[in-house]
């Protein structure tokens, strides 16, 4: 599992390889300037603080690294532990008919397994984006990491799967007992509410391998 620690300090490395500190390569990835900031590491009643996946993905993009160049960082030894974990296109995710009482994808038609390092204690799975369904945030071909199981807040990256077979990637904005309320990733595209008996199962997305 990673260790909270060297996750912030991979991030701290990666600021000071490229002239930055810690503000300035948030700055550069669009983030706010405080987001790696020391003090928000951990909470005022001392709860470890971790990084969103989005926002490394985003320090990632800005400074060219890879996700192998930032797990370097994290474990210069190459020690990290990797895992095995279940695979599955958009086509059979869709059905809803592939997954347990967990969330998680079972084995059957159309399920694999791909290597991927261990990130905690949150199960997690792929998902292989095929099509444009996903556009133009994500593309044919790319791998999102999801979570059934991690916990979610506004503005987190969320996958969906309606009761009627449609699979969408939205911003979560807000969720209630009745509600699933959405904001939407595209600049062409409506936020969207839908009824919390039309949604089949959702996930938090972790990681893009694009």
């Known amino acids: 599992m990673l260790s909270h620690e ?29 987001s790696f900031n020391k003090s928000k590491r951990v909470s005022p009643e001392g709860r470890e603080r971790w990084p969103s996946t989005e926002s490394i993905s985003k320090i990632l993009k800005a400074t060219g690294a890879t996700l192998e160049d930032f797990l370097r960082l994290v474990e210069p030894s190459g ?9 599955i296109g958009m086509e059979d995710a869709a059905t809803g008919r592939a997954f347990n009482e967990e969330g998680m994808p079972s084995e059957g038609p159309g399920w694999d397994e791909i290597e991927f390092p261990d990130f905690g204690q ?20 790319d791998i999102l990491i999801v979570s059934p199981t ?8 969320i996958v969906v799967c309606t009761t009627a077979g449609g699979i969408l990637a939205k911003e979560l ?38």
């Open 6 to 34: 060297r996750v912030w300090a991979a991030i701290d490395a990666l600021a000071s390889r490229h002239g930055m500190t810690a503000s300035g390569l948030a700055r550069k990835a669009g983030l706010d300037a405080t």
């Open 79 to 87: 020690s990290l532990r990797r895992s095995m974990i279940p695979l």
């Open 122 to 141: 949150e199960k997690v799975f792929a998902l292989e984006v095929t099509g444009d369904t996903l556009a133009p945030l994500y593309r044919d071909g």
């Open 150 to 157: 991690a916990s979610t807040r506004k503005g987190d990256r």
């Open 173 to 210: 904005k807000r969720r209630s007992a009745k509600t699933l309320e959405m904001t939407s990733l595209g600049k062409d595209q409506e936020d969207q509410v839908i009824p919390a008996e039309e949604v089949s199962w959702s996930a938090r997305i972790m990681w893009a391998r694009q």
